[in-house]
């Protein structure tokens, strides 16, 4: 597999074959290293043909499809096909994403009732486990979970769950890949700019920062080291006052979106749906930082004309295969704006692993890990549980050992105190893999 932290999971757990009597129903990121989770997977005693995959269509690489499907697993056409009107509003996405997870599950559980096999979901955003539970799955079967979400879990905290999940979501976690996920934000950020014509200099004139949480507040550090001071907003003023003990701006007044020629969004909640007037200067560009396409909803559901807007709107013919990744343009009250990469997710372009696999290993690791956890609670009470300590150590230790210059001492809670110290080292294992993209460092 070639991931030393998935590595160290397997290892530690290959003997057992915990997955043996499995099925698997996932929605992920459909990219390089997913491909070495679901290997994985299949180390432990799942096999290939019993794993059925729904891949988001907006992180999905069309190159991983062949060799997942040469595996023998079953992708849903879903993962990338579709009508480019399914992005015109966060419905309509929704509306096009959930029959494909409806039908993913059905497969995956007719072949687990047939074979006598526990189902186990491997869920992004808590589409399929929501769903499960709706179709009440656990009533005739056993069903367990994983999550690897803050936002999934919270979506699905509030209802009484039939089965068990597993959270993937940790501090530990945060603290180790939100450095490298804000870089990547922000690089691709630089390539788009060029992309729709603008120069770095107007672009990030006015930059705002929506949510401080840890990556919003490692996007604030990335765009420090370029020479920009963002403005930040956040609705709870006791984490805008943590923004403002690091050196940044943290706006409490009610427009907080007003001049601004960057709004970036790390919440994943919605901003300027329902707005009324348009507060932000001419040419500004809004980029999404967060797993859902919610933020800008309102942007392009809009008819044409109204109100002063046109809006290049994506075609009723046309697929998401043309449309997803790119730049719209919208003109609005004499003013144009560009919403990057379709809205969606915008470190997530298209490209087989938009951060060094050495930099996002432990998420896919801690999948598996609590996959593992996960079939050892079938049966058990409705609940969501974190992952295990054991099962951290050994994850953290593992890339710890591998990524050494990123720590001071060999545990996550002893990481390299300077921000911007810490980001030049990523930035390293960046250039040292040739992703692509621009260095962050100056504006030109």
Same mark, same amino acid.
């Given at each position: 597999?070639?991931?030393?932290?998935?590595?160290?999971?397997?290892?530690s757990a290959r003997g057992r074959r915990p997955l043996r009597n499995v099925?698997?129903?996932?929605?992920?990121?459909?990219?390089?290293?997913?491909?070495?989770?679901?290997?994985?997977?299949?180390?432990?005693?799942?096999?290939?043909?019993?794993?059925?995959? *729904?891949?988001?269509?907006?992180?999905?690489?069309?190159?991983?499809?062949?060799?997942?499907?040469?595996? +023998?697993?079953?992708?849903?056409?879903? #993962?990338?096909?579709?009508?480019?009107?399914?992005?015109?509003?966060?419905?309509?996405?929704? !509306?096009?994403? #959930?029959? %494909?997870? /409806?039908?993913?599950?059905?497969?995956?559980?007719?072949?687990?009732?047939?074979?006598?096999?526990?189902?186990?979901?491997?869920?992004?955003?808590?589409?399929?486990?929501? =769903?499960?539970?709706?179709?009440?799955?656990?009533?005739?079967?056993?069903?367990?979970?994983? /999550?690897?979400?803050?936002?999934?879990?919270?979506?699905?905290?509030? +209802?009484?769950?039939?089965?068990?999940?597993?959270?993937?979501?940790?501090?530990?976690?945060?603290?180790?890949?939100?450095?490298?996920?804000? *870089?990547?934000?922000?690089?691709?950020?630089?390539? @788009?700019?060029?992309?729709?014509?603008? =120069?770095?200099?107007?672009?990030?004139?006015?930059?705002?920062?929506?949510?401080?949480?840890?990556?919003?507040?490692?996007?604030?550090?990335?765009?420090?080291?370029?020479?920009?001071?963002?403005?930040?907003?956040?609705?709870?003023?006791?984490?805008?006052?943590?923004?403002?003990?690091? %050196?940044?701006?943290?706006?409490?007044?009610?427009?907080?979106?007003?001049?601004?020629?960057?709004?970036?969004?790390?919440?994943?909640?919605?901003?300027? @749906? +329902?707005?009324?007037?348009?507060?932000?200067?001419?040419?500004?560009?809004?980029?999404?930082?967060?797993?859902?396409?919610?933020?800008?909803?309102?942007?392009?559901? +809009?008819?044409?004309?109204?109100?002063?807007?046109?809006?290049?709107?994506?075609?009723?013919?046309?697929?998401?295969?043309?449309?997803?990744?790119?730049?719209?343009?919208?003109?609005? #009250? /004499?003013?144009? !704006?560009?919403?990057?990469? %379709?809205?969606?997710?915008?470190?997530?372009?298209?490209?087989?692993? !938009?951060?060094?696999?050495?930099?996002?290993?432990?998420?896919?690791?801690?999948?598996?890990?609590?996959?593992?956890?996960?079939?050892?609670?079938?049966?058990?009470?409705?609940?969501?549980?974190?992952?295990?300590?054991?099962?951290?150590?050994?994850?953290?230790?593992?890339?710890?050992?591998?990524?050494?210059?990123?720590? /001071? @001492?060999?545990?996550? #809670?002893?990481?390299?105190?300077?921000?911007?110290?810490?980001?030049?080292?990523?930035?390293?294992?960046?250039?040292e893999h040739s992703t692509g993209s621009a260095d962050i460092v100056g504006?030109?």
């Open positions: 597999m070639g991931l030393p932290a998935i590595d160290a999971v397997v290892d099925t698997i129903a996932a929605r992920q990121h459909l990219l390089g290293t997913m491909l070495d989770e679901l290997d994985a997977f299949a180390a432990l005693g799942c096999r290939y043909d019993r794993m059925f995959f *729904l891949g988001k269509p907006n992180s999905t690489h069309l190159g991983t499809i062949s060799p997942a499907r040469k595996r +023998g697993i079953r992708v849903h056409r879903g #993962s990338f096909d579709g009508p480019a009107s399914a992005m015109r509003s966060y419905d309509a996405w929704k !509306s096009h994403c #959930s029959p %494909g997870g /409806e039908e993913v599950l059905r497969a995956a559980a007719d072949q687990a009732r047939d074979l006598g096999n526990t189902l186990l979901i491997v869920d992004n955003g808590g589409l399929l486990t929501l =769903t499960a539970q709706r179709m009440g799955l656990a009533h005739y079967m056993g069903v367990v979970a994983v /999550e690897q979400t803050a936002r999934g879990i919270r979506w699905m905290g509030g +209802g009484g769950l039939d089965f068990p999940v597993v959270a993937v979501s940790s501090g530990d976690k945060l603290t180790f890949e939100s450095p490298s996920i804000a *870089l990547s934000v922000v690089r691709e950020i630089r390539e @788009r700019t060029r992309a729709v014509g603008l =120069t770095q200099r107007d672009a990030f004139a006015q930059p705002l920062v929506v949510g401080y949480g840890p990556i919003g507040a490692w996007v604030c550090q990335a765009l420090k080291r370029m020479g920009v001071k963002p403005l930040v907003h956040d609705s709870d003023r006791q984490i805008g006052f943590l923004a403002e003990l690091a %050196g940044f701006d943290a706006l409490t007044h009610d427009d907080p979106l007003a001049d601004s020629t960057l709004v970036i969004d790390c919440t994943g909640e919605p901003i300027v @749906r +329902g707005m009324k007037g348009w507060p932000f200067a001419d040419q500004c560009l809004f980029a999404n930082a967060s797993p859902e396409n919610v933020a800008f909803d309102g942007l392009l559901d +809009g008819v044409a004309g109204r109100d002063g807007r046109a809006v290049q709107l994506p075609d009723d013919d046309g697929t998401l295969i043309d449309w997803i990744h790119r730049d719209i343009r919208v003109d609005r #009250s /004499e003013k144009t !704006s560009w919403l990057l990469n %379709g809205g969606f997710t915008i470190n997530l372009p298209g490209t087989i692993d !938009s951060v060094p696999a050495s930099l996002i290993q432990l998420t896919r690791a801690q999948m598996v890990a609590a996959g593992c956890q996960a079939v050892g609670m079938v049966g058990t009470a409705g609940r969501i549980v974190h992952l295990d300590d054991a099962w951290k150590h050994l994850t953290m230790d593992t890339v710890a050992e591998l990524v050494p210059n990123l720590f /001071e @001492r060999n545990r996550m #809670s002893q990481t390299v105190s300077d921000p911007i110290r810490r980001l030049e080292l990523v930035e390293a294992i960046f250039e504006i030109s």
